[in-house]
């Protein structure tokens, strides 16, 4: 069982930054994937970043030069850096783990960007 808890969720206006972070209750050392997803309200829940273990992050077009995805093993954290945001980056933002061939959800936190 994991259990993931995001926050840094908010209301920043347009061409600002926020950073997101996800807790995880278990050693992320064992985690090879994790990534963030968002869903904004009647879209499809869509990836926004992944990392691997001691790799570098993959993003979806929409957020390449703008996001950046890291994450601290040592802690248990996974984070989001999202700089420039647009109102059509506003969404409920989860953190995925898959462990043990079984995803993972936090309860996810919003972003909400002003133009």
């Known amino acids: 069982q994991v259990r993931l808890v995001e926050s840094g969720g908010g209301l920043v206006q347009a061409g600002g930054s926020l950073r997101l972070s996800c807790a995880a209750s278990?050693?992320?050392?064992?985690?090879?994937?994790m990534g963030w997803y968002r869903q904004a309200p009647g879209k499809q829940r869509e990836l926004v970043a992944s990392i691997v273990s001691h790799g570098t992050g993959n993003y979806a077009d929409s957020v390449k030069g703008r996001f950046t995805i890291s994450r601290d093993n040592a802690k248990n954290m996974v984070y989001l850096q999202m700089s420039s945001l647009k109102p059509e980056d506003s969404a409920v933002y989860y953190c995925?783990?898959?462990?043990?061939?079984?995803?993972?959800w936090g309860q996810g936190t919003q972003v909400t960007v002003s133009s």
């Open positions: 278990i050693s992320i050392f064992s985690i090879r994937t």
């Open positions: 995925k783990a898959v462990y043990s061939s079984i995803d993972y």
